[in-house]
């Protein structure tokens, strides 16, 4: 790397049109994940067990599509998958006031909802990692994932906000309509990148038959638990989702049955919290040039855990449950933002650019793959035990997740290593000691928004 200054990314067009789809996309986003819940809980009586599969079927699809959708994309542009899954996410969603007001909305009308929109997550998200490092240069991306997760963080702090007030003001189904026009917009902006996306050449074998795609699949596997460094984030990120899917699938019935907070109050409180967002985007980039790449990634992992414990503790009074969701989000949200930053940067970068689909499906597969099966275990245990012992059990099972970063490599590596292979097929299983290193979007637990990736 030379010493000549860099342009700011504010200056990369495409890159500002990746940026604004990403904002419009969550703050949309953060409507959803307020109303659907309590669309179900107030509206239509689902039981305890009935909202934790909520959040089990919609994360369904990446245990089922993102290792084939992984091998897919890797040989297929990126851009028109981006635009058709966003179109095809608010179409899916405006089926909800259209089903309210038919009077035909049921739980079975949500659970197809959030299928249906979580297999277009699958393919979109895999797509969306994998896509942003064939626009900025290799030492631009650290820069950009902390630029994104700014934009995720001002989304965050005016989502809940919007939604929780937006809920007060018309029925839950119609504020939908706010998400399903951000997914709209969203695909309208990454439509118009004009930069030229060259096609995957095709994989051949040395007889020059066509590469099948359940070859790509192990490629990817053996890739990312190969990878000294990937493999013990993945199983930290993994272990997280599951206890935090626990956790946050029946977080919900928490506060809207048990404690009865109004949604405004549960919006307004998260969306302050939510600066922490913003404070970890601040802080990710100077954090990791004053400890070091690794020690910023399991330092982070760290901090969620106890943040997630005193969210479990929310009384019923209004002015402790108020600090107290707002200091645990805080901190979740700070931690989270810094995670994502590190972590998701180290991954981009020490992949060749063919792999990257498949690393980012297998990494999907393997930390996303976790929810389904942590909301369902979330759902049992509130159903079989009071709702808070079963919160404050998945917050303390999650400690657990921090061991696999901690006895890893990362505890020593301060910059992205370099000298990394441009093929695929010859990327080795872990890339060169962490003293060859250059000049110096997925965290751990955080729900009800998917972490880690």
């Given amino acids: 790397m030379t010493g000549t200054a860099r342009p700011p990314l504010w200056q990369h067009r495409d890159f500002l049109k990746v940026w604004s789809a990403a904002t419009v996309s969550i703050l949309g986003s953060q409507v959803t994940i307020i109303a659907i819940p309590f669309i179900a809980l107030t509206m239509l009586g689902a039981s305890v067990f009935q909202v934790s599969l909520l959040v089990a079927v919609e994360m369904l699809p990446f245990l089922l599509f993102t290792l084939p959708a992984g091998a897919w994309l890797d040989r297929v542009r990126r851009r028109p998958v981006l635009v058709a899954a966003d179109i095809g996410r608010g179409v899916v969603l405006l089926s909800i006031p259209l089903a309210y007001v038919a009077d035909a909305l049921s739980i079975w009308q949500l659970y197809f909802v959030a299928f249906a929109t979580g297999t277009l997550t699958a393919f979109f998200d895999v797509a969306d990692q994998s896509y942003l490092p064939s626009i900025l240069d290799r030492d631009d991306l650290v820069a950009g994932n902390a630029d994104l997760q700014i934009s995720y963080s001002v989304a965050q702090i005016g989502g809940p906000t919007l939604g929780g007030n937006l809920i007060g003001l018309v029925a839950a189904p119609f504020a939908i309509i706010l998400d399903a026009v951000s997914f709209f917009v969203s695909g309208a902006f990454i439509g118009s990148i004009r930069r030229h996306e060259a096609r995957p050449e ?24 190969g990878n000294r460094y990937l493999r013990p984030i993945a199983a930290c990120t993994g272990t997280s989702n599951l206890c935090g899917a626990a956790l946050f699938g029946v977080f919900p019935v928490l506060i809207w049955q048990d404690l009865k907070l109004p949604p405004a109050f549960y919006g307004t409180v998260m969306g302050a919290a939510s600066v922490g967002f913003l404070v970890g985007a601040a802080l990710s980039s100077r954090l990791t040039k004053a400890i070091g790449l690794g020690r910023t990634i399991i330092l982070s992992a760290t901090l969620g855990c106890p943040a997630f414990l005193l969210m479990t503790l929310t009384p019923a009074n209004l002015e402790v449950a108020a600090v107290t969701l707002f200091v645990g989000w805080f901190l979740a949200g700070m931690s989270q933002v810094v995670y ?24 999907r597969f393997i930390v996303w793959g976790t929810i389904p099966i942590g909301s369902v275990i979330g759902g049992i245990l509130a159903t079989a035990i009071p709702v808070r012992a079963a919160l404050v059990l998945a917050a303390v099972a999650s400690f657990a997740s921090v061991a696999p970063v901690l006895a890893s490599p990362l505890r020593s590596l ?14 080795p299983a872990s890339p060169l000691p962490t003293g060859t290193a250059l000049p110096g979007t997925e965290s751990p637990g955080l729900q009800p928004q998917p972490t880690g990736a």
């Fill in 414 to 427: 301060r910059d992205i290593p370099a000298g990394l292979p441009t093929t695929a097929g010859v990327a």
């Fill in 340 to 363: 994502n930053v590190a972590q998701i940067s180290l991954r981009q970068a020490i992949t060749p650019l063919e792999m990257q689909s498949r690393m980012n499906a297998t990494m």
């Fill in 202 to 225: 095709r994989r051949l074998d040395e007889t020059g038959r066509a590469i099948p795609m359940r070859t790509d699949v192990r490629e990817g596997l053996r890739y990312v638990l």
